[in-house]
């Protein structure tokens, strides 16, 4: 009997869904037939592309109220939030709106001698990899720009979102994307290291851990083939002397705990300046304390579970470990804390970088809140991180918010807001958060390689 992924729900603990992993055979097949499918693919009319990726996406929508109990069953995020079709429309609307003048040829100069120019080109086939804490959303960033640029695409999604992929297979087909240009695989980490290593893909995207995207680059090595990543986050929030207090604290606790804190780009640590740190942590913890933590199928949840037991038990040793060295935990284990995937948002003071909850990446619902006195200390402990997504400022400066950012080892500078990722501007991040990029104009450079014509018109 062959290798099967399964779903295990964080609500229950029960087997949600279960699917047969293809064999190194059949994955090989599925790249030979997405390679097939490319080039007549890629020579559709650029708006004809951009049309069916938008139905595609237009059919995902009309999912929704399939798609959101689904979603709180696979990964634990309460039904009230209503899913991730905002943000998925939002990302691959822009991306559709941008390609003619992103992938426009790059007119170098023509006169009677010469015409000289540079082509965007499809890689061919790309492999994108998802991660499950915003399945949908990560997923577009690289699945509409790549096919509207032209790829055949492959998507291969977390077993902890078993059923994404399929999902959006099904909208995209029905769309009238060809079946053999976006496909959906499951995959043990074996064959996928060998689909990597046996250049069947082109150019490969992988959001997900340090290590998977370690992996990645290890089963790459020597194929030349492109890998981009955006892998862990330890994002900081600073808030300065000038900030709107009431703003800064409900942003940057909601960009900490919402999605019981399993967003890329969330809050991790908090840096409070001296004279605003005493009502920020008491805001904070009051709004905390206001969380319902239970079931995420019910309408009232605020706060569901984590996505796997084993996620909330090393949140829970960052919290303990921490405690242990001195530090405050403010919240009290809330009733509906059963020890599992169900776990208590904290708020803990009193901390230090030596302190792993201040260090490692916590994707949980906790936050440590540091006081500091100047930017530049300010500055000194945000870049004490391996790694660098992005960084929230709370001044009413814009000058000194692009100051500050400046200094900053990150990828994205936010000022008087967080935790959202602008289609607009490039995704991207430093040290171990990864390389590369996505959305944005340059999205789509990293989706196509550059192709030089210099043609020479007389030759007397």
Known sequence: MGQ?????????????????????DAAFEVAVRARAAQADWAARPLQERID?????????????????????????????????????????????????TSLADIAVGEDETFKRYIKRIPHGVVFVVAPWNYPYMTAINTVAPALIAGNAVILKHATQTLLVGERMAQAFHAAGVPEDVFQ????????????IAGNAFDFVNFTGSVGGGQAMERAAAGTFTGVGTELGGKDPGYVMEDADLDAAVDTLIDGAMFNAGQCCCGIERIYVHESL?????????EIVKGYKLGNPLDAETTIGPMANVRFADEVRAQ??????????????TFPEDDGGAYLTPQILTNVTHDMRVMRDESFGPVVGIMKV???????????????GLTASLWTRDVDHAARVG?????????????????????????????????????GYHNLTRPKSYHLKKVTG
């Open 52 to 100: 069916l990726v938008m139905a595609g996406v237009a059919a995902v929508g009309a999912m929704n109220d399939e798609i959101v109990p689904e979603l709180a069953q696979m990964m634990g995020r309460p039904v009230r939030y209503g899913g991730e079709f905002g943000g998925f429309n939002e990302r691959a609307s822009h991306m559709a709106e941008i390609a003619e």
């Open 373 to 387: 006195s100047s930017d530049d200390e300010a500055i000194a402990l945000m870049n004490d991180s391996e790694f």
């Open 319 to 332: 919290i303990a470990e921490a405690v242990a060295d001195g530090a405050v935990a403010h919240i009290e």
């Open 4 to 24: 099967t992924l399964k779903c295990i729900s964080p609500v229950d603990g029960s087997v949600f869904a279960e699917r047969a992993v293809l064999s190194r």
């Open 277 to 285: 740190y005493d009502d920020f942590v008491a805001k904070a913890v």
């Open 184 to 195: 959906n695989v499951f995959l043990c980490h074996d064959v996928t290291n060998d689909l």
């Open 406 to 442: 400046d200094q900053i080892e990150t990828g994205t500078v936010f000022m008087n807001r967080a935790d959202y990722l602008d289609p607009g501007l490039c995704w991207t991040g430093c040290k171990n958060t990864g390389r590369g990029g996505g959305l944005s104009v340059i």
